[in-house]
């Protein structure tokens, strides 16, 4: 008989509680997401492609929200942005 593999992704709750506390300070020690809210037309492409829900856009009052604690710098919203508005800067 052969082994099987335990059936499970990933090391199990304990990597998965020790992963969500550590990644976001090594995803911050990266840098920082920023927009240029001239350039930026409020356009919600970048709020449509975060799949971590950490982008707001009210346009009708003309606010856009980065939630960084939700933000895992994957950059699919500034790869989106027409305007190029979005960047990641070092803090």
Same mark, same amino acid.
């Given at each position: 008989? &052969?082994?099987? /593999?335990?059936?499970? /992704?990933?090391?199990? #709750? $304990?990597?998965? #509680?020790?992963? !969500?506390?550590? +990644? $976001?300070? #090594?995803?911050?020690? &990266?840098?920082? =997401?920023?927009?240029?809210?001239? %350039? ?6 970048? !709020?449509?492609?975060?799949?971590? /829900? +950490? ?10 929200? =980065?939630? $960084? *604690?939700?933000?895992? @710098?994957? #950059?699919?919203?500034? *790869?989106?942005?027409?305007?190029? %508005? @979005?960047?990641?800067? &070092?803090?």
């Amino acid at each position: 008989m &052969r082994a099987r /593999h335990g059936g499970g /992704h990933g090391g199990g #709750l $304990p990597f998965d #509680l020790i992963g !969500q506390l550590i +990644a $976001p300070s #090594l995803i911050r020690s &990266r840098g920082e =997401l920023e927009v240029d809210r001239h %350039a930026c037309n409020l356009c919600g492409k970048c !709020q449509m492609v975060c799949m971590r /829900h +950490a982008i707001y856009i009210n346009r009708k009052r003309r606010v856009w929200t =980065l939630y $960084p *604690n939700r933000c895992n @710098l994957c #950059l699919s919203c500034a *790869n989106r942005c027409p305007k190029r %508005a @979005l960047d990641v800067v &070092r803090k």
